[in-house]
């Protein structure tokens, strides 16, 4: 027993001295020794992701249908043309993001919280997903499993293509061009392990040169560019005050541009972990939301919250239900605003 303990409080000395090491600007140095990503598309979850975006948001909403018929996928906070909000939906989202008091219970609904409705649309999509597994992932690979596996199941339930772009030997490389077969570009993401550089700008405009290509300007189908990534470029010369002002930092924000211009969508899913104090203020998040700005696109920092085991060194990243409705919702809004 007195073994298991010395163990056990040595294991998290480990993991909290390790959350303290700098990478790039990251607190967060995993302990764990991970080889390769480890993502699992499951039938169940491509059935419950693709149900969830075409059943209606509650039952007192199941007559909820467009002048033309079509049912109401999700609910937006984003204000759309003679689009009402919904009294049910916005006082659900007000609650969610505790903006109530009990006693006595009252509830302060503000404009953020109106919901509108998106109704469905039937649309396919080509994406170019641009994937990092440089070194700098290896302390949340976890995680990163995780939403990789919510994207692909996504794509897979909307019967969309999708690509793979990854940053291999400090340079990015097409792994896939889009396909329908998405099992496959799982099973290859499966066999990666993180290291390397993290060419951010050259990975995004490789996707971008992918889907300007002639085979891929399909009527009917839109283009869109996912970067899954924390968002620090490399490399980084340490000769500016300012790191966005870094050459590999203004490469990526004029790639954003060149974006912009083609109109092809940009989505930058950046993940982070609730214990990373000021995570707003590091180049990732800073980098990330003004190149999704340029780009016309969107940003979505993922926050994580880390649930350890007891008498284990294992981690689990676990993302909570308004964080998780966050991501659906950013997806759902991002598929809509295709052009």
């Not at 889907?211 to 399909?218: I, P």
């Not at 966005?244 to 490469?251: F, L, Y």
Request: with cysteine; net charge positive.
């Amino acid at each position: 027993m007195v073994k298991i303990v010395l163990n056990y409080v040595k294991n998290r000395l480990v993991v909290d001295k390790s959350l303290k090491t700098i990478i790039k600007g990251i607190s967060g140095q995993s302990a764990e020794q991970e080889t390769t990503f480890d993502v699992e598309l499951k039938s169940s979850e491509i059935r419950k992701i693709g149900f969830k975006r075409k059943k209606l948001a509650s039952l007192k909403h199941n007559a909820a249908m467009s002048s033309s018929g079509a049912p109401v996928v999700f609910w937006t906070s984003k204000y759309g043309s003679n689009a009402k909000p919904d009294i049910y939906q916005s006082l659900k989202a007000a609650i969610l993001e505790g903006a109530f008091v009990r006693d006595p219970f009252q509830i302060g609904i503000q404009r953020r919280h109106f919901r509108y409705p998106v109704y469905q649309q039937k649309q396919n999509f080509n994406i170019m997903l641009v994937l990092d597994i440089s070194n700098s992932v290896k302390w949340i690979l976890k995680f990163m499993e995780k939403i990789i596996a919510m994207l692909t199941a996504e794509a897979n339930a909307a019967k969309d293509k999708l690509g793979l772009i990854i940053f291999n030997d400090d340079r990015a490389q097409i792994m896939h061009y889009p396909t329908s077969n998405v099992r496959h570009i799982v099973g290859t993401i499966n066999t990666l392990s993180p290291k390397g550089k993290t060419p951010l700008a050259q990975g995004v405009k490789l996707a971008l040169q992918t889907l300007e290509h002639s085979r891929f300007q399909v009527t009917g189908m839109s283009n869109a560019i996912v970067l899954l990534s924390d968002c620090f470029p490399e490399p980084i010369t340490g000769e500016y005050p300012d790191q966005m002002d870094e050459p590999a930092c203004q490469e990526l924000l004029h790639v954003a541009d060149r974006v912009a211009d083609a109109k092809i969508k940009l989505l930058i899913l950046n993940p982070s972990i609730r214990t990373m104090p000021h995570y707003e203020k590091l180049i990732g998040y800073r980098l990330g939301t003004l190149a999704a700005e340029r780009a016309k696109g969107s940003f979505l920092n993922l926050v994580a919250d880390v649930q350890q085991a007891p008498m284990s060194a294992q981690r689990d990243y676990v993302l909570s239900d308004q964080m998780l409705n966050k991501f659906l919702e950013g997806i759902n809004e991002f598929r809509m605003d295709c052009r």
